[in-house]
Structure formats: C-alpha cells, structure tokens
C-alpha cells in the first residue's frame, strides 16, 4: 500500500517510517509527507530522502476546518494513498476525514493509552507517580487519542526522570513501535478479502 504522512513539526517518527519503508521487504511504500505548517523542519528532511513533501496550510480555509481537510484528502486521493500515518500531527480532525479513512489511519501517542491522552503526557506520567510510561498506535477514531489500540511499548521510569529524560526513551521506543504497526496493517490490508 502507498502510504502518506502527515507531520506538524520535527517528524523524527516520520524519519522512522521513511527508513523502514525503505528496505526491500518492507510491505508499504511511503510517497507523501504533508504538514499542515509550511515551516515544518521535517518536510525538508523529507525531501533530502527523497520523499515529496508538501504543506497545505490551514490559513487560506480560515475557521472551515473540513475545508482544510478537503484539501489535504485531496492531495492524498491524487497521489493514491490507500494508509495515513498521523505523526506528531497537532490538529483535531474532523469526523468527515476520520470517517473518510476509517481503519486506514494511524497515530501515535507518547503515553500508555488510555493514559495520559493529550499533551505533556512524561510530565503528567512523572507527576502521578507512574512506574512505566510509553506509547501507543492506535487507529483515528473521532474521540483524541481514542480509537483501537494496535500496540504498545513500555519504558520503566527512573528515579531522577525528567519529561525531557523519559520522553528521549519513549521516543526510542516510538522509533521502533510505529514501523512495526504499519507494517502489520499494511500486510492485512493487502491481504486478498474474504
Ligand atoms: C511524538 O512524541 C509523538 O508521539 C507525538 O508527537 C511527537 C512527534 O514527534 N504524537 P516527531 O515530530 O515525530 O519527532
């Protein structure tokens, strides 16, 4: 399957995806990085792996949010992309896309879900006195950071752990989970139905 991913900044968990999908034998194919924000230090990194990358900026649809994702569906539809990779994608979609993509779209969350949902989750998990923390794939359904979960990775908190010191380990483990998960949806969904 050709696969696109959607960024809001960075894309270290974008890198990730790109390099897997990259070996031979690895069942999808990543043709699309799209950020919402034009600024976005990981479209460029995509570029220089010779990925295309584009941004669709929300500013031109203004308060039509459905809009915007008119037109993000529509650069994914042109280009054939049958998954969608959420990573570090910092919008709330609407219930048109999510529907649009209903068991096709991925996301990846920094916290043991149904923990921590929303931000500053290796913050949250330290101040609450948590064992371990980690992350979770999970298919987009409406709700944030609800839907299926796909998988888990688990990291032991440490005595001394800052949210910078155990997000650095969960976001190993982030590098690791979000490649397998894709290629495991990616082998169902090639498989002949029935
Ligand atoms: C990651 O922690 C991811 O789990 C969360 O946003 C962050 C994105 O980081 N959804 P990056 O842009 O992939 O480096």
Not at 99 to 107: E, F, Q
Not at 125 to 146: F, Q, R
């Amino acid at each position: 399957p050709r696969v696109a991913i959607l960024i809001s900044g960075r894309g270290s968990n974008m890198v990730s995806l790109v390099k897997a999908a990259q070996a031979s034998d690895f069942p999808a194919e990543v043709v699309l990085v799209l950020s919402n924000k034009p600024e976005a230090a990981g479209l460029e990194v995509a570029r220089g792996m010779g990925i295309e990358a584009i941004a669709v900026p929300v500013k031109p649809f203004g308060k039509d949010r459905e809009a915007h994702e008119r037109a993000i569906d529509a650069e994914l539809q042109a280009r054939g992309v049958q998954i969608v990779c959420l990573a570090g994608y910092m919008r709330l979609l609407t219930p048109w896309l999510v529907g649009r993509w209903a068991g096709r779209m991925l996301n990846i969350h920094p916290s043991l879900l149904p923990k921590f949902p929303g931000l500053d989750t290796h913050e949250r998990a330290i101040a609450a006195g948590e064992s371990e923390h980690g992350c979770t794939v999970h298919l987009v359904t409406e709700g944030m950071d609800e839907g299926p979960v796909l998988g888990q990775a688990r990291v032991k908190l440490l005595p001394g752990d800052t949210p910078d010191s155990l997000a650095t380990r969960v976001l190993e483990q982030e590098h690791k989970l979000y490649p397998a998960m894709l290629a495991a949806l990616a082998q169902k969904i090639s498989l002949p139905a029935g």
